[in-house]
């Protein structure tokens, strides 16, 4: 099989070698990659520093990241592969180059997607004060009636929580009474009322 190659080597254009010399190393490089991805082994040994919290809560999954090493990798495979087929179908040098070109741009494009959506897959595990509204509750500390103080309730909102409190009813409602959350002020106060 290499002798045969050998000797089609020897008959090739200029253009089909340059091709061959993209298809191939770049294919090896790209199931290397591949197989590491599987396996797991493309984010072996990494260590994190710095404050671990701000980090957390600034990290909106991956970026939408068109040239990245991988991308490139799949670029010049796809490009190496198109072409070679392109000049075994006696399309013209130049129609051969543009259409290489635009399946590993497109290729790039897809790989890059891929990876952004698959970012935005991660789950958000920050409480949301507002996922509490229409929940029901029970009251740890009486809560003042008028917003005249505040009081805490116990909810079960993605665990559950002590959180402060205020209402508008007439009348202080005492500690073990069952509430409702009717809104969320400042982002940090529940507004509750009896839950009748």
């Known amino acids: 099989m290499m002798e045969s190659f050998a000797q089609s080597w020897e008959t090739m254009i200029l253009l089909e070698k340059i091709y061959w010399c993209f298809a191939i190393p770049f294919s090896l490089v790209f199931i290397i990659q591949v197989l590491l991805t599987i396996l ?31 991308n490139i990798v799949a670029f010049f495979t796809i490009f190496g592969w198109t072409g070679i087929i392109c000049l075994n179908l006696n399309l013209s040098t130049w129609t051969t180059i543009l259409i290489s ?10 790989m890059a997607s891929i990876m952004y959506l698959m970012g935005k897959l991660t789950e958000n595990g920050t409480f949301q004060m507002k996922s509490t509204i229409g929940k029901s ?47 969320v002020l400042n982002n940090d106060i529940l507004l509750v009322k009896i839950n009748k």
């Not at 070109?101 to 897809?110: D, E, F």
């Not at 805490?152 to 009348?171: F, K, L, M, P, S």
């Open 101 to 110: 070109t635009l399946c590993g741009l497109v290729m790039m494009l897809m």
């Open 137 to 183: 509750g029970t009251v740890y500390l009486t809560i003042p009636a008028k917003r005249n103080g505040r009081g805490q309730i116990q909810i079960n909102a993605q665990g559950y929580r002590t959180i402060d409190a205020v209402t508008d009813n007439n009348e202080d409602i005492a500690t073990g009474a069952i509430i409702e959350v009717v809104d």
């Open 40 to 70: 797991g082994s493309d984010m072996h040994d990494i260590e994190a520093s710095g404050d671990v919290d701000v980090s957390i809560e600034s990290d909106h999954g991956i970026e939408f990241q068109f040239l990245s090493l991988k």
